[in-house]
């Protein structure tokens, strides 16, 4: 399948709604259910049952879900919650659960990386993981997590229409018990799983058993790989503290009333929850008793003709072969008497550098013969040699030594950098001998060898070579001296690597050199960094400096640094900026003097460093400088100004702003009052309702802002009161938005509800009315619908405009029939499509509706809506809706033009799940799709829904 053509289409999709569980099916699950957990336990589990996709959606999913619920509740084993929110991997959250339980999800990619640290930490602290069918199919550009289930997706022939064989690979383990030490039979559809050291690490259970007929129909032979032998279904692991069980199972329903399956399903979650105990000591894949080496040869044939731009296959097939033949020495030995074989043929040279490639990696002294040989040869040379360069084998560097002598022009210069890759000592002298040739790449690659190969000979050829040459030689030689010091230290030479620092640090040395090698001289020297950047600042070397300042980040925090900001004043603007920047994480009382000093620096940028600086490491003592700032600047300085603010962590920063307050002219007390906000600081709620009588409108705004992070219930009717009051439109909005916030705190919604409506009994402000309005509309008090539908009709018009607005925020369902027939008899315009727009948005609202009756609801929206916005919000509706009529009533508008890429998405969402109940309907509407769009993402997903219809 083209995996990444579902991919994008889903990025730029909506995912369709997975069917629902039949009541059927959901009894066939629970007559296959175990009755009893294999090991009892008083420990309550937990269970998170994962169910997110990000690509295809299987549409066993719902069911699976459920039958790995019942599979808890029935035998007790565990209690088994069902989500697909991200959120779950915070790590409140995850600390509820004993296991995770990935259950065919696709394509998950953890981009938060805090919430990739919170899974592995989870994990590989003790807690489980399991991963069930589409498991695999996640993960590909986080290589740990893919490592973590095992291995990655790679491919399905043996698809959910056929009945394939599974071999037990380990009959005594306990998570196969129930297969009671036999393989079996079963439709379903399974993987091909790349491996990531799936054989080390885990122990394989099930597997596909590729030897029987029922695997190798005719129907998918050309879809079997050559190396299709090792297949794994099954298998549980260890990662450190914690523990994995993967099965490749589950892609069709029926796979979940299989009572063997739901066992084996069992143990392998109480084996991840720590129940069961089981061995994960890996077993490896026999792979002389399973690999053909008689299909070698064949290919190999193929691969002798080979030539660039040709498929790629049979390579892609031979590099498999070695892999899985890489645990035994033995294989490895045939396989390399074969390739020197074909090394010895009349094979094309592309065929033979690909084989030179695979030599590299395991090639030994009959290799190395051959290789030598083809080393002299000007059309072999290089791929000899790369292949020399990294076999393990002590007659390589041999080969290499002996082809320097016998070799010249760009050959020679080729061996010289790879006796440098092999940093070959005992090539020193005669790679040295080439530093003067004539031939300027063979000179250069002698210069970058002897500074890969970094012995105290090889530094003296290139100290004595650096007296000699100029201009871009020298420059190239001094690059070679800081390699070689790189590779020194990598090797524990100190001594060398301190030598070469010292050649370098001279002042006839250009400026990136020295500052190159100083830092390197730094970040060996840990203990002495403070004295050698402190040196280097005090020196009066602008280089320095500017090599040294970022420096400072290496010099513990608790370390104090008086003696390096001295010269502060005389660097120059970019020093400074960088300086201060340098000391966000220090606990010097000077760094926090520097930063108040630098603040009136008038730079702009030296300014902002310190600010930042500042809120680092600043505590109560700079809340009224930060203030002051922001209230007396614009633009990113008061935006840096108020970050810093809101960021101080000192425990005395809240009361320090409180106490600030009251002292304040206007404008600073406005940017106080906003840190209170941000920083929800407690115990300031009096100074916030003063702060909202204020004269300063400034003031006023910001008060009422700051009462909906930091005010709570108790406050709402003083919070009336002074909406009562509010003469100011834009000042009524802002405590609409804020009561409504704090009354959202209590659960009730009717206890929420009740102080707006006893204050409208004594409202007749219309201006007011209809903030109380906006209110109950947010809180959604159910006690308030009836009067808020009345007015939809009684009221004046503007507040009947008002309460369309309150019914259209109205945060459940309850508010449609209300706006249903607002929709269906406005006379105003402006109020006929508001009353639509909120109508449209509660069908969508979470419902116990029949699909039928939600297509129902947009079908009749859509002959109410006049324009194309409210019909594509209503198309966007129906794609949500996993029935075929939602398709059925989407498929007239891919004629119209304004309305087709929508049309299109409803189609392609609903056939994704109900291709399999209705494939006639399905593919008709599909096939238009496909004639008409000029939308090549739903093209090919288009394409590929059809294949799947026609079984493809």
């Not at 000179?443 to 100290?463: P, R």
């Not at 800081?482 to 006839?508: H, P």
């Not at 840096?640 to 304040?664: C, F, H, M, W």
């Amino acid at each position: 399948m083209k995996y990444w053509i579902v991919l994008i289409y889903l990025l730029f999709a909506l995912t369709a709604l997975a069917n629902e569980v039949s009541a059927e099916n959901e009894n066939k699950v629970r007559k296959a259910l175990p009755e009893k957990a294999t090991v009892e336990t008083d420990t309550p589990r937990q269970l998170l049952i994962f169910t997110r996709t990000e690509g295809f959606v299987h549409s066993s999913i719902p069911l699976a879900a459920r039958a790995l619920q019942l599979l808890g509740e029935k035998t007790g084993a565990y209690k088994g919650v069902i989500s697909d929110d991200m959120s779950m991997f915070d790590t409140d959250n995850l600390e509820k659960f004993d296991a995770i339980c990935f259950l065919s999800t696709t394509r998950l990619e953890f981009a938060d990386y805090q919430l990739r640290r919170n899974l592995m930490d989870y994990v590989k602290g003790g807690k489980g993981v399991i991963g069930i069918h589409a498991a695999s199919d996640n993960f590909y550009s986080w290589i740990e997590g893919a490592k973590m289930i095992g291995g990655l997706f790679d491919g399905h022939p043996w698809g959910a229409d056929g009945t394939w064989a599974i071999k037990l690979e380990d009959a005594d383990h306990p998570v196969t018990a129930a297969f009671e030490g036999k393989g079996f039979m079963i439709r379903d559809e399974i993987y091909r799983i790349k491996p990531l050291d799936l054989r080390k690490n885990a122990r394989v259970l099930l597997s596909l058993d590729i030897k029987h007929p029922a695997n190798r129909i005719d129907k998918i032979k050309d879809q079997i790989r050559f190396t299709d032998v090792d297949l794994p279904v099954s298998w549980v692991r260890n990662l450190d503290k914690g523990r994995v069980f993967y099965s490749s199972l589950g892609h069709n329903e029926e796979v979940y009333w299989n009572s063997a399956v739901l066992k084996h399903y069992l143990d392998g979650i109480q084996f991840a929850l720590g129940d069961l105990p089981a061995t994960t000591v890996p077993v490896p894949f026999d792979a002389a008793s399973n690999l053909d080496f008689g299909a070698l040869a064949p290919l190999l044939n193929t691969v002798a003709s080979y030539e660039y731009g040709k498929s790629l296959q049979p390579m892609q097939n031979i590099n498999d072969f070695v892999r899985m033949a890489a645990t035994s020495p033995q294989l490895l030995k045939r396989i390399e008497a074969q390739f020197v074989a074909f090394l010895k043929s009349d094979a094309t040279l592309a065929g033979k550098q690909y084989i030179c490639e695979r030599l590299s990696m395991f090639g030994g002294k009959e290799s190395v013969n051959i290789l030598s040989k083809m080393l002299r040869k000007q059309e072999t040379s290089d791929m000899a040699r790369y292949a020399l360069q990294r076999i393990n084998h002590k007659d390589a560097a041999k080969a290499l030594r002996k082809g320097l002598k016998k070799t010249k022009g760009d050959m020679r210069a080729g061996i010289i950098a790879s006796l440098g890759e092999r940093a070959d000592r005992e090539a020193v002298s005669d790679i040295a001998k080439n530093l003067d040739n004539e031939n300027e790449k063979i000179a250069s690659a002698a210069v970058t060898a002897l500074g890969q190969i970094a012995t105290t000979e090889a530094w003296h050829k290139l100290k004595g070579h650096m007296s000699a040459v100029s201009g871009d030689e020298r420059q190239a030689v001094m690059n070679a001296m800081l390699l070689g010091a790189d590779r020194a230290i990598a090797a524990g030479n100190v001594d060398l690597a301190n030598n070469i620092f010292q050649e370098l640090a001279g002042t006839s040395v250009p400026a990136d050199i020295r500052a190159a090698a100083f830092r390197r001289k730094v970040e060996m020297s840990s203990d002495q960094a403070h004295q050698l950047i402190a040196d280097a600042l005090e020196a009066g070397d602008a280089d320095l400096i500017s090599a040294a300042i970022p420096m400072v980040r290496e010099i513990p925090a608790t370390t104090k640094i008086d003696n390096l900001i001295s010269g502060f004043d005389s660097w120059s603007t970019a020093s400074q900026v960088q300086f201060l920047t340098a000391l966000n994480e220090r606990e010097d009382r000077s760094v926090v003097t520097l930063g108040q000093r630098a603040v009136q620096s008038s730079d702009a940028a030296v300014r902002m460093a310190a600010l930042d600086l500042l809120g680092h490491t600043g505590g109560a003592g700079v809340v009224k400088l930060l203030a002051n700032a922001a209230a007396n600047t614009k633009g990113p300085e008061r935006e840096a100004a108020r970050t810093n603010l809101y960021r101080l962590s000192d425990t005395k920063v809240d009361d320090e702003i409180r106490g600030q307050v009251p002292l304040a002219g206007a404008p600073v007390q406005s940017e106080l009052i906003r840190a209170i906000g941000e920083r929800r600081v407690a115990n300031a709620t009096e100074l916030l309702f003063a702060g909202a009588a204020a004269s300063d409108k400034k003031v006023r705004q910001e008060s009422i802002k700051a009462l909906r992070a930091v005010g709570a219930t108790a406050d709402v009717a003083r919070m009336l009161e002074l909406l009562a009051v509010s003469t100011r439109e834009n000042e009524r909005r802002e405590w609409t938005r804020t009561i409504s916030a704090v009354a959202n705190q209590t659960e009730d919604k009717t206890v929420a509800g009740a102080p707006m409506l006893a204050q409208l009994e004594s409202t007749t402000d219309p201006g007011i009315v209809g903030a109380l309005y906006g209110i109950l509309g947010r809180i959604g008090d159910p006690n308030a619908l009836p009067m808020l539908s009345d007015a939809l009709t009684k009221a004046a018009p503007d507040l009947q405009t008002a309460a369309i607005r309150a019914l259209s925020e109205w945060p459940n369902n309850q508010s449609l029939e209300a706006l249903r027939k607002k929709a269906q008899t406005a006379t105003d315009q402006v109020q006929k499509v508001l009353a639509l727009r909120g109508f449209i948005r509660s069908i969508g609202q979470k419902n116990d509706r029949t699909p039928e009756a939600t297509v129902s609801l947009y079908k009749e929206a859509m002959t109410l809506a006049e324009n194309n916005a409210e019909k594509k919000s209503i198309l966007g509706g129906l794609r949500r809706v996993a029935h075929i009529e939602a398709l059925e009533s989407a498929s007239p508008y891919l004629e119209v033009a304004d309305l087709q890429v929508e049309a299109e998405g409803v189609i392609l969402d609903v056939s994704n799940s109900m291709w399999e109940k209705h494939p006639d309907t399905c593919r008709t509407a599909l096939e238009k799709v496909v004639a008409g769009t000029s939308n090549g993402w739903h093209r090919d997903y288009a394409g590929i829904l059809l294949k799947r219809i026609a079984g493809e």
